[in-house]
């Protein structure tokens, strides 16, 4: 993968803006971030919850690697050359999920469900 596929695949979800963070760029959902990309444009730093995490280093232990924040784990970090589409695209929804609003989540499950019978 590289950093456009990653932006579309972030900026398909609703709501999402990218915006400086920093020195960084980041994806937000109704101003909340769920995810940056650094400078060099080779990695991301997705906040997901532990078990996500857990599950992409263990699932794809080249391309991800536990995202600390003093003593918190706080996401993923992906090398996106490295990357697997699917995963990339399975942690970009669990980080957006968990910040974005309940009715927003749920509108979008639903439609997705309408799509997809």
């Known amino acids: 993968m590289d ?3 990653v932006r579309a695949l972030a900026l398909g979800l609703p709501e999402t803006r990218e915006q400086p963070h920093f ?3 980041s994806f937000r959902v ?3 971030i769920f ?3 650094p400078p060099e444009r080779d990695q991301i730093h997705v906040f997901v919850p532990e ?3 857990h599950e992409a280093v263990s699932e794809q232990p080249e391309a991800c ?7 918190k784990l706080d996401g993923v970090k992906v090398t996106l050359a490295e990357a697997d589409p699917a995963l990339m695209n399975e942690l970009l929804v669990a980080a957006w999920r968990q910040k974005a609003p309940k009715k927003m989540v749920a509108d979008w499950q639903s439609s997705r469900q309408d799509t997809t019978a």
């Open 35 to 37: 995810a940056t990309m």
């Open 30 to 32: 109704r101003g909340s």
């Open 3 to 5: 950093e456009t596929e």
């Open 65 to 71: 690697e536990e995202l600390w924040w003093g003593q």
């Open 23 to 25: 020195a960084m760029t």
């Open 51 to 53: 078990e996500n995490v």
